[in-house]
């Protein structure tokens, strides 16, 4: 892989370059912002690197997301890198960052801005190893470049709409760039995504006077949903999921959202939370809430009194979990390659949260959920980062697998 490489190490600056570049075009989830701009211009990247079939799709209206192929000269798979372009919102972390989110500012190893790790520097590296392999070799297969919206708001507008486009257009196998590590660069190969089921709980009291209390019966929903939320952090259990040689935990999240009370002097009478299981290979969405609805028919049981009721978030109801073989062909790739740049191959894993994989799983197109530069721990807050040895071991790891996988001609 020497031409690759002396390619890249031609080119660091424009590996640096580009992720500045994406970084500094704002492209938060709406009501904070959208992907159109980022979108516009990628297209034009694209354009110039050679990506002559392109297709800008926008199922909702100001997301769109861009479909890129570049034909291969006959005779080996065609592979998929997927990234989305979205990021979560600054928000209410704004003050806490050191720098200008919207601005790459370098600092030691790292690139810090909103979208570094998730996944703007991921993007940045496929680009670049596409270049660098087209200027030292032709491939039998396609590549195609997948840049989706909405991954971080539920690929409703994104990956959910755009996967069962590509069912028929002769997609081998995929690679996801969400960051591989959570306390260090490159962890893990993640053959499994946990999914999702959000679901709020919805506790009524009695809304009256704060000062009658004392003086006549007054339930405080906000009191009850606090014993509640205890209870499930205590309580709520869900079974280990397995896939092959990987074990994964599921997860709950008591308490991902709170509301309560209409203000001081009135007794709250209504109070909600959120609770997000982050789901399993095996389980379902009837098995999942079937925990829940019996862990709150106990609650209700202790106090018959209890008026409470479960209600599934619009659009996180049911997000899938995926899994991918360890004995397909693209992972023994992946291990190569990996095991070439890094020294070894990390070990498989399943990636802490969820992918846009289960999408294109549905399609038919064999998905590795998880396998990019820097660390999930980075992502979703301030000063978010992405180390510039994990880019370029990105960019490297990339050239190999298009060239192992595709097929050189």
């Known amino acids: 892989m020497t031409g690759t490489d002396d390619y890249l190490d031609r080119h660091d600056d424009a590996l640096l370059a580009l992720t500045a570049r994406l970084i500094g075009i704002d492209s938060q989830i709406p009501p904070f912002g959208d992907e159109r701009a980022i979108i516009a211009h990628l297209d034009g990247v694209l354009e110039r690197d050679g990506f002559t079939e392109r297709t800008i799709m926008e199922p909702v209206r100001g997301r769109p997301s861009l479909i890129a192929r570049i034909p291969g000269v006959g005779g080996g798979p065609t592979l998929m890198f997927c990234a989305h372009v979205d990021t979560k919102p600054v928000g209410d972390a704004a003050g806490l960052w050191r720098t200008d989110p919207f601005t790459a500012t370098i600092v030691d190893d790292r690139i810090v801005g909103l979208g570094a790790t998730d996944m703007k520097g991921a993007l940045a590296a496929m680009i670049l190893a596409v270049r660098a392999v087209r200027a030292s070799s032709a491939l039998r297969g396609d590549l195609v470049l997948t840049l989706v919206a909405d991954e971080e708001a539920g690929a409703g507008a994104g990956a959910k709409r755009v996967a069962p486009t590509l069912r028929d257009a002769g997609i081998d196998a995929a690679i996801i760039g969400e960051p591989s590590g959570w306390t260090r660069d490159w962890q893990a190969i993640h053959l499994v995504s946990r999914g999702i089921l959000a679901a709020t709980v919805v506790v009524r009291g009695t809304q009256k006077h704060s000062g009658l209390s004392d003086r006549l019966p007054t339930v405080n929903a ?22 092959g040689s990987v074990t994964v935990a599921p997860t709950v999240n008591v308490g991902a959202t709170l509301a309560t009370g209409a203000g001081f002097g009135v007794t709250p009478g209504r109070a909600e939370f959120g609770i997000e299981v982050r789901t399993v290979p095996g389980a379902t969405p009837a098995s999942v809430r079937k925990v829940i609805d019996a862990w709150l028919d106990g609650c209700r049981r202790d106090d018959p009194s209890l008026d409470a009721e479960i209600v599934l978030h619009p659009g996180l109801e049911w997000l899938p979990w995926s899994v991918m073989s360890d004995d397909h062909p693209l992972v023994e790739v992946v291990r190569r390659a990996s095991a070439d740049v890094l020294g070894e191959a990390p070990p498989f894993d399943a990636f802490p949260g969820g992918t846009d994989a289960p999408w294109f799983a549905a399609a038919g197109i064999p998905t590795l959920p998880a396998f990019g530069p820097g660390m999930l721990s980075s992502a979703h807050g301030p000063n978010e980062f992405v180390s510039l040895s994990s880019l370029r071991q990105a960019a490297r790891m990339y050239a190999r697998i298009m060239q192992d996988y595709c097929g050189v001609a």
């Open 222 to 243: 906000a009191l009850v949903a606090a014993g509640l939320m205890q209870r499930a952090v205590a309580e709520l259990r869900f079974p280990t999921g397995v896939a």
